[in-house]
Every structure is written in structure tokens, then in C-alpha cells.
């Protein structure tokens, strides 16, 4: 057995989950894996298959090397381990809100961790994943799964992970063009109105509770927001006609997937209702003249985990 080689599996997540904005994430049945090998030799091999494997960087640009070297660095591993041998099977669709930036960090720090003996407990790889990220919505439940609420003050992070006590089936449908999270952020405005805030704190808390104490009839609208999905519809052809073909067909919310353009509702585990509001999400983008296709996924309940 290589004792400096691991592979760690990490799983997709949304981030916001409607009215949460940089609060609130979940993470999803969707995973990317990745084998680490840390070399004493200066020497950098980079191998990516799957979704955006060709856009990949294989050099010290890598977000996951770099995530790596971070452990290594603040370990005091960084001068025994100048290399690596790095493959990638990714799974997550790229730039479509569906935490694959997340994926790839989270992946590359609990590596090398655990190559290195495990110095750092997953407090202190949310706090580095959030330094590399810029915030924790999707870092958090691509390390503890679940659905997670994530504070920063002064730099500390806090997370609460929770499992919901409704099954929920998450009905992903997946544009065909990707969207950037810099640009989705542009168009956000500098400052929101009470009304809006206001609105905002009572559907997210109203969305937690809900979850936690199992009361779907408090589902309906918990997902709405008003802080950053209006702003962002124009960036995603046809997500109001979506919002609602999903309600139609039995979703219990539905919300753009971090900054989009991945749009998911929220469903019952029943069969015929998740293929009927898949069919008629696809359906609803296909008449504003986007392709797309739909993922019907579970909540991940684990988190990034050694292989």
C-alpha cells in the first residue's frame, strides 16, 4: 500500500437554497473523485476526465494543488512533499452553480490531510477551504453533507450541518451553457431595501424550521428570495417559466442553484412526481430555446470521505 497516496470522494452541492444567499448549502448525491500521490521530488503530473476535463489547468495554476499545498505548507510538509501526481474523475457539471470550485478545494485539502496524518480536524479545512473559496456556502456541505448554515466573524467560520426530517429528492435541471460566478455577482445591487431584507430573514427562517421539524406545508413559498434571483433572471433565459412548470408538476420550492444557471427543485420521494417536474423543467427551457437536461439526485448525507 502507497502510504502517500489517497483518493477522496466529494460531493456536488447548492448553495443559498433560495433566500440563504452565502448562508446556506446542501450537498448532493453527485461526486468528484480524486487521487492524490505526493512526491519528494519536484515534479507536477496533472490527469482530469469528465466533465470540463479540458479546461482544466495541469499546472501549479490547479485549484486543487494549490488547496494541497496549503495543507502541506501549514502542516510543515512543504518542503518533504514538493510534487504530486494528481487524477481527477469529475462528474459535476463546471460553472453551472452546482459547487464544483468547492469540489476541487475541499478535494485537495482533505488529500493531503490525510496523506499527512490528519493535523487538521474539519473546522480547521472549512476555515482554509473559506480562505481559498472567499465564503463557506459551498465548502461546508462539500466536507460535512447535509444541509449546513455558515456564519463568518472575523474570520472565523462556524457551521451547523443538519439533516432534514423530510426526504427530499432534488431535481437538478442543467442548462446547457455554463455562467460564471463572477458575472452573477455582478449584477447584484450594493445595498437592498428593508422590505427585501426583511423578507429575505423570515423565508430562510422559515425554510430551516421547516425542514428540521418536517413541515412540508411551510415549503411553499420558504424558497422564495428577493435579494438575488431577480437579478439574476436575466442571465438564465426562461427561469421564472421554470419556477413554475416545477410548482405545476409538484415541486415543493424550487430556486436557482447557487449562482446558476442550474436551476432545483425540491420534491417528495415519489417516482412519478421527480420524473414529471424533470420532464417539465427540460421541457419549460426547451420553449425559451435553451437545451438542458435534468439530474434527479439525493440529499448526500456524508460529506467529502477517503475512498
Request: net charge positive; with cysteine.
Amino acid at each position: 500500500m502507497d502510504l502517500n497516496k489517497v483518493t477522496v470522494r466529494v460531493p456536488g452541492t447548492s448553495a443559498n437554497c433560495g433566500p440563504g444567499f452565502d448562508c446556506l448549502g446542501l450537498a448532493a448525491t453527485i461526486y468528484n473523485d480524486l487521487e492524490l500521490t505526493l512526491l519528494e521530488e519536484k515534479t507536477l503530473s496533472i490527469e482530469a476526465h469528465g466533465d470540463g476535463a479540458e479546461t482544466i489547468p495541469t499546472d501549479e495554476k490547479n485549484i486543487v494543488w494549490k488547496a494541497a499545498r496549503m495543507v502541506l505548507d501549514r502542516s510543515g510538509n512543504g518542503e518533504k512533499f514538493k510534487g504530486a501526481i494528481l487524477k481527477m474523475n469529475n462528474n459535476i457539471p463546471m460553472s453551472r452553480g452546482l459547487g464544483s470550485s468547492a469540489a476541487a478545494i475541499v478535494a485537495g485539502l482533505t488529500a493531503a490531510n490525510e496523506i499527512v496524518g490528519k493535523p487538521f480536524p474539519k473546522k480547521e479545512i472549512l476555515k482554509f477551504a473559506t480562505e481559498i473559496e472567499g465564503h463557506p456556502d459551498n465548502v461546508a456541505p462539500a466536507i460535512y453533507g447535509g444541509f449546513t448554515i455558515s456564519t463568518v466573524d472575523r474570520g472565523r467560520v462556524q457551521t451547523f450541518s443538519f439533516l432534514p426530517k423530510i426526504r427530499l429528492k432534488l431535481i437538478v435541471a442543467v442548462p446547457d451553457f455554463p455562467l460564471s460566478t463572477r458575472i452573477a455577482r455582478q449584477v447584484l445591487p450594493k445595498s437592498v431595501s428593508m422590505k427585501d431584507a426583511v423578507f429575505n430573514i423570515g423565508r430562510a427562517s422559515m425554510l430551516v424550521a421547516a425542514l428540521m421539524q418536517g413541515k412540508e406545508k411551510f415549503l411553499e413559498t420558504a424558497f422564495d428570495d428577493a435579494l438575488h434571483q431577480p437579478y439574476r433572471t436575466k442571465l438564465v433565459p426562461g427561469m421564472q417559466e421554470v419556477f413554475q412548470a416545477a410548482k405545476k408538476a409538484g415541486a415543493l420550492g424550487v430556486c436557482l442553484s447557487g449562482a446558476g444557471p442550474c436551476l432545483i427543485a425540491f420534491s417528495e420521494t415519489k417516482k412519478q412526481i421527480e420524473n414529471n417536474i424533470a420532464v417539465e423543467m427540460v421541457q419549460a427551457f426547451k420553449k425559451n430555446e435553451v437545451q438542458a437536461a435534468a439530474l434527479i439526485l439525493d440529499l448526500d448525507t456524508r460529506g467529502a470521505y477517503i475512498v
